[in-house]
């Protein structure tokens, strides 16, 4: 590899590890703190910015949850809770928890930004959503090793699913992912159910692959010590369902 582009990819990866962590006394994490919390930003399947407030609601409500309210928002942002994007929450309002004055996001202020009561419900936005419980399927899981299957296996899954798996393993390892049974309903670009793998602490950033149909992908190493994964089925047709395993590498084996 060329030296600039190690030296490139090295400081990104610094700049990932930093992304998440402990610092200044703030948790940051927005995945951690979307379980301590129980609040958690979406967007829709088709990108930033493309939800009506009734879509808002929809997307809560596949997870089990609701529109979060202005005081969970808040309280999950002392905690630590930042996202630089304007979502839906309760009652017809938009607006972003911001926990870091920054240039790019929240103009410059700290605290809700709060776009206040819109109107016009037909106004594209993500959302926030509030779930105490925890869902049917995904989560945040720190085992070194650990099965992961669709909602249900080994039967069917059901439509309309939504599973984010977030993989924790320790600084310094990497996450090794090998797919023992793979199931889900085929289509050319894999738009209706599909697993979508991202070696990144979210599904913003680090793309690594979007799977369906019932050939078994191939093993994916991560390069850093995150992962998500994220399932998604449509309103019909289901399919069997997928079992992959994922194992905590320590880098130092690797090289
Ligand atoms: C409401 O918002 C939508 C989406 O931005 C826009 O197309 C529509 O013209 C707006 N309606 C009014 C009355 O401003
Ligand atoms: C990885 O490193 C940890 C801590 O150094 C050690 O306890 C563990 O046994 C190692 N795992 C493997 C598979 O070598």
């Not at 972003?96 to 920054?102: T, W």
């Not at 994964?229 to 194992?247: E, I, N, P, R």
């Amino acid at each position: 590899m060329h030296v600039l582009a190690l030296f490139w990819l090295l400081s990104f990866l610094l700049n990932e590890t930093q992304a998440w962590g402990f610092k200044n006394g703030i948790f940051h994490n927005s995945i951690w703190l979307e379980q301590a919390a129980g609040v958690y930003h979406r967007e829709s399947r088709k990108g930033r910015y493309q939800l009506t407030y009734k879509e808002a609601k929809a997307v809560c409500k596949y997870e089990g949850g609701k529109l979060a309210t202005y005081e969970q928002l808040e309280a999950a942002r002392q905690i630590g809770f930042h996202v630089c994007a304007a979502g839906w929450f309760d009652k017809g309002r938009v607006g972003y928890p911001i926990v870091k004055a920054g240039a790019n996001c929240g103009f410059g202020k700290v605290g809700i930004i709060n776009y206040g009561y819109r109107l016009n419900k037909s106004e594209k936005w993500d959302v926030y959503c509030y779930n105490p419980n925890s869902k049917k399927c995904g989560g945040v899981l720190t085992d070194q090793q650990k099965i992961i299957q669709s909602p249900g296996f080994p039967d069917e899954y059901q439509d309309d699913e939504i599973c984010y798996w977030h993989i924790r393993a320790r600084l310094g390892q990497k996450i090794h992912l090998h797919f023992l049974e793979f199931d889900v309903e085929d289509d050319m670009s894999c738009l209706a159910d599909y697993l979508e793998v991202y070696d990144s602490y979210d599904d913003v950033s680090g793309f690594a692959g979007r799977f369906c149909g019932d050939y078994l992908p191939d093993d994916i190493i991560s390069t850093g010590n995150v992962m998500t994964l994220k399932f998604l089925s449509d309103a019909s047709v289901t399919g069997g369902g997928f079992q992959l395993q994922y194992t905590a590498l320590n880098a130092s084996l690797l090289t």
